[in-house]
Structures are given as structure tokens and as C-alpha cells.
């Protein structure tokens, strides 16, 4: 397969893959009023705690996202692909995107660039095989936070709809 014949796939990949981004830079309480000790502690200056959830978006165009996100980083997420895609091993198709996530309460997240692997699984529906994002901050509760979200799902570029699970672990900073 070509990617000529995948590049609306890949905005559709890149959408999903900027929802799940998304989804994972979001925040909800349960991330920000963790105890430190009480979910994990990695140091004595941070504290961290699991996150999961889900995003849903739809494309607005061929290479943006717009969707919510559920669970522990509950809020709007958008993605925008940073590119064209590109094949991968194995017959996957490989997608470059950024991330934007605001969450319920108005914080950001910061959320650096993501690689979403994808394996086609027709003309227009797409699995996302790895999907890895990393925040690097944001405002607010996620001010100095750190984390490594994973992410599984589907690019049904038929229905311009995508969607993704997520999951991982969020780190924030001791406050004084």
C-alpha cells in the first residue's frame, strides 16, 4: 500500500493520534489532589499517580483533531499532524503529531511532539499499534509535571472519527 492512497488515513491517524495526545496531557482532580506517598512516590521533591481515560475527536480538516477527553485527565484535546505519513516497518503507517490539552478546570498540559504507529486494517479504518506521549509540563496543577501516557484505539477515517484508551502515570512537583 502507498501512502498516496493512505494520506486521508494519516490526517484521520494524526487526529486520533493528536485525541490521544490530548487526552493524556489533560487534567482532572484525581491526578492534582493526589497525597504524596499515597500513589507512588519516585524522590523526595515529586509525587505520581496513575492516570486512564478516554478520548473521542472528529476531524475538522485533513490534518486537525478536535474531541473530549474522559477519566483522570478529563478536558478538550486537539491534535495537528506534523506532516505527511510515512511507511513504517511491516506495512505500518507512521504519523508525527503535537498535542494541545486543555483540561476541565482550565489548566494546560504540555505535551512534547508524539510517533503513532499505525497498522491499516482497511482503506479508511486504521489500528494504532503505539502510541506513546510525553507531557512536560503545562499550568496550573500541571505546572512542572512530568508523565508517560501509552495509548491503544482506531482511526475510522470513513466516519472522520477517531478513538483512543489511555493509560500511565503523571508526576507533579512538591509544592511548598
Same mark, same amino acid.
Request: proline share 5%.
Given at each position: 500500500m502507498k501512502i498516496r492512497k493512505l494520506a486521508p488515513a494519516a490526517v484521520l491517524v494524526g487526529s486520533i493520534s493528536l485525541a490521544l495526545l490530548l487526552? +493524556?496531557?489533560?487534567?482532572k482532580s484525581t491526578a492534582?489532589?493526589?497525597?504524596?506517598?499515597?500513589?507512588?512516590?519516585?524522590?523526595?521533591?515529586?509525587?505520581?499517580?496513575?492516570?486512564?481515560?478516554?478520548?473521542?475527536?472528529?476531524?475538522?480538516?485533513? +490534518?486537525?483533531?478536535l474531541g473530549t477527553a474522559t477519566g483522570d485527565l478529563e478536558g478538550a484535546v486537539s491534535a495537528t499532524l506534523l506532516?505527511?505519513?510515512? +511507511?513504517?516497518?511491516?506495512g505500518t503507517v507512521v504519523f508525527h503529531v503535537q498535542h494541545h490539552w486543555v483540561t476541565e478546570g482550565g489548566d494546560t498540559l504540555t505535551i512534547d511532539p508524539a510517533v503513532a504507529t499505525t497498522a491499516p486494517l482497511s482503506q479508511t479504518l486504521f489500528a494504532v499499534v503505539s502510541?506513546?506521549?510525553?507531557?512536560?509540563?503545562?499550568?496550573?496543577?500541571?505546572?512542572?509535571?512530568?508523565?508517560?501516557?501509552?495509548?491503544?484505539?482506531?482511526?475510522?477515517?470513513?466516519?472522520?472519527?477517531?478513538?483512543?484508551?489511555?493509560?500511565?502515570?503523571?508526576c507533579f512537583a512538591e509544592r511548598d
Amino acid at each position: 500500500m502507498k501512502i498516496r492512497k493512505l494520506a486521508p488515513a494519516a490526517v484521520l491517524v494524526g487526529s486520533i493520534s493528536l485525541a490521544l495526545l490530548l487526552a +493524556s496531557a489533560g487534567g482532572k482532580s484525581t491526578a492534582a489532589s493526589a497525597v504524596p506517598g499515597v500513589n507512588g512516590r519516585h524522590g523526595d521533591d515529586e509525587h505520581c499517580v496513575p492516570v486512564g481515560g478516554s478520548v473521542m475527536t472528529n476531524f475538522l480538516n485533513s +490534518s486537525t483533531t478536535l474531541g473530549t477527553a474522559t477519566g483522570d485527565l478529563e478536558g478538550a484535546v486537539s491534535a495537528t499532524l506534523l506532516g505527511a505519513p510515512q +511507511s513504517g516497518p511491516g506495512g505500518t503507517v507512521v504519523f508525527h503529531v503535537q498535542h494541545h490539552w486543555v483540561t476541565e478546570g482550565g489548566d494546560t498540559l504540555t505535551i512534547d511532539p508524539a510517533v503513532a504507529t499505525t497498522a491499516p486494517l482497511s482503506q479508511t479504518l486504521f489500528a494504532v499499534v503505539s502510541y506513546p506521549v510525553h507531557i512536560s509540563g503545562g499550568t496550573g496543577r500541571f505546572d512542572g509535571a512530568r508523565g508517560d501516557i501509552t495509548n491503544i484505539g482506531e482511526v475510522d477515517l470513513s466516519k472522520n472519527a477517531t478513538v483512543f484508551r489511555y493509560t500511565g502515570q503523571v508526576c507533579f512537583a512538591e509544592r511548598d
